[in-house]
């Protein structure tokens, strides 16, 4: 079977000689047979499936590459267009753009992972009646954006305790703050001498840093003033 990947072209040789005449000395030219290259290979993306972009970052950013190689011998049929759909379960390929020629995929507006946090869509490249897809998932990092609110007291029980409660009694606070980030959304808990952030040097409560909760962790005697 010709290839022209292979091989593009051939050397022929043709021999003739006079059959009317005994021991006449043949004489031969070759010829050069150019294989024409037949566009048979489909593209083949190189650029991986998966890609991750913070949030708030511009929309003119990069959020995937496309790359692809192709086996044929010729520019022309090596040419590639490309292109998007959707994945088949979003319409996340309307929030993103893509260049036919260079394959670069831009979010067309900027990417927030407390709404979002990934983009799914199917690349597509065209080389003539070639046609190859890549399924893409770019993931949205999160950006620590968002600032606690004040804490609040979310136990419905009075706040107070008697003297002389043994440690880890509850005193009926349990602080509740929020954090609008949607992965760096942890909140940690402390206690402070005062609203401007003193230093606690009592040693009557202890709060749990990641439950809140208030418990007794000392003596607490009413005539000392506590």
């Known amino acids: 079977m010709l290839d022209f990947e292979g091989r593009p072209s051939y050397a022929v040789t043709v021999s003739a000689s006079d059959a009317g005449v ?21 593209p083949v993306f190189t650029s991986g499936a998966t890609r991750s972009v913070a949030e708030n970052a511009p929309v003119e950013t990069v959020v995937y590459a496309a790359a692809t190689s192709d ?3 010729t520019a022309e049929n090596r040419a590639v267009a490309y292109s998007l759909k959707g994945d088949g379960t979003s319409d996340d390929a309307k929030l993103v753009s893509i ?3 260079t394959g670069e995929v831009r979010l067309k507006a900027s990417a927030d992972a407390e709404t979002r946090g990934s983009y799914s869509f199917t690349v597509v490249a065209t080389n003539g009646a070639q046609v190859t ?3 893409v998932t770019v993931s949205v990092t999160d950006v620590n954006e968002f600032a606690v609110t004040e804490p609040v ?3 419905a029980a009075a706040d107070g305790v008697i003297e002389n409660a043994a440690v880890g009694t509850l ?3 349990t602080a509740r703050a929020v954090d609008g980030d949607a992965s760096n959304a942890a909140v940690s808990y402390s206690l402070v001498g005062d609203a401007q952030g003193a230093p606690y040097t009592g040693g009557e409560f202890a709060i749990g840093a990641s439950s809140g909760v208030v418990t007794v962790a000392g003596p607490v005697d009413y005539e000392a003033g506590a």
Do not use: K, M, Y
């Open 22 to 42: 005994v021991g006449s000395s043949p004489v031969s030219t070759t010829f050069t047979l150019s294989v024409t290259d037949v566009n048979d290979n489909a």
């Open 71 to 73: 086996a044929d011998g």
């Open 99 to 101: 260049d036919p020629a």
């Open 133 to 135: 897809e890549r399924a």
């Open 153 to 155: 007291d979310v136990d």
């Open 171 to 173: 005193v009926g606070v």
